[in-house]
C-alpha cells in the first residue's frame, strides 16, 4: 500500500495512492465507517496503519474505484508530516563495487547524525540555499519511517518495526563541514535542508529491499546509482544498531546514506529516484 499526505484547500490529508487516482482516508471513513486519522503521522503513531493494511488487504482496494478520488495527475503533495521525533542520518554508507564490502574494518561502526523538523520540506518546494555556504550539496537516499516503539532490538526484530520507506533529500553546506568535522549537525540543519516523500510505500510490499537503487539526479541527470547490497550498514542494522542508542518511536525517520552527493546552485532542480515504483522525489533550488 502507498500513502502519501495531500495539500487541499490550506490542509495537509492523508491518503491511499492507487497507479492513476488517490482517496483520502477521510473519503474511505465516510465510506467504510471507519474513524481513521487523517494524518500520516497520526496513522503511524496510533497504530492505525496495520488496520489499514488488512481492510486494504482484504477487499478494500478494490471498494477504491468506487469512492471519490482525486486524478493522480491533479495531486499536490505535502512532506509525508512535518514534526517527526527524530530525524537520524547515515554518512559514507556506500561502496562502489560489492567486492569492497568485504575491506570494512572489523571494528568500523555507521557515522550518524540527527537533523531538527525545522529542515523538512515536501516534493516540488525549493531548497533554499542559505547565505553562510558557498558549496552546499543535495543527496539522494531511501528512507526508513519507523511504525512502532522499539529499544535494543536484533536485526530479525527490526523488520517488524518498520512502517515503510520513502524517498528523500538530505542537504549540507559542505564547505561548513569541510572546515571542521564538528561543524557538522550546523551542516546538516539549514532550514528546507530536508525533503522526504512524496510517498510511503509500506514495508509489506517490498520484496528485497537490498534490490532497490539509488540515483541522485541534478537537473534531469543521474549523476549517482548504487544499489542497496552495495551498503555498508543495511536497512535492518540501522534500525537495530540505532536501537541501541535511543528509543525509536513511531513516525522517527532514518535515512540510509547517499550513492553520492551534487552541488547544487540556484536554478537547478534535484531529485531522489528509487527504483520498487516510487514516485520521484523532485525540488526545485532557489538562492
Known sequence: MKLATLRLGGAELAAVIEPSFCVLIDTINAAERKQWSGSVFDLISLGQLDEIKEWYGGGGRERLAAMASIPLADAH?????????????IGMNYVKNASDLAFVPADAEPVSFMKPDTTIIGNGEAIRLPVQSEEPTAEAELAIIIGRECKCISEAQAREVVAGFTTSLDMTAADIHAKNQRFLTRAKSFDTFFSFGPQLITADEIEDVLALTVETVLNGDVSHRNVLANMRYQPWYIVAF????????????????????????????????ISGGFEPLVNPVAG
Not at 77 to 89: D, F, S, V
Not at 247 to 272: F, Q
Open 77 to 89: 503533495y505535502a512532506p509525508l508530516y512535518r514534526h517527526p521525533r527524530k530525524i537520524w542520518g
Open 242 to 273: 540505532h536501537s541501541q542508542v535511543m528509543t525509536l518511536l513511531p513516525g522517527d525517520v532514518i535515512l540510509t546514506g547517499t550513492p553520492g552527493a551534487v552541488v547544487i546552485r540556484d536554478g537547478d532542480v534535484v531529485e531522489c529516484r
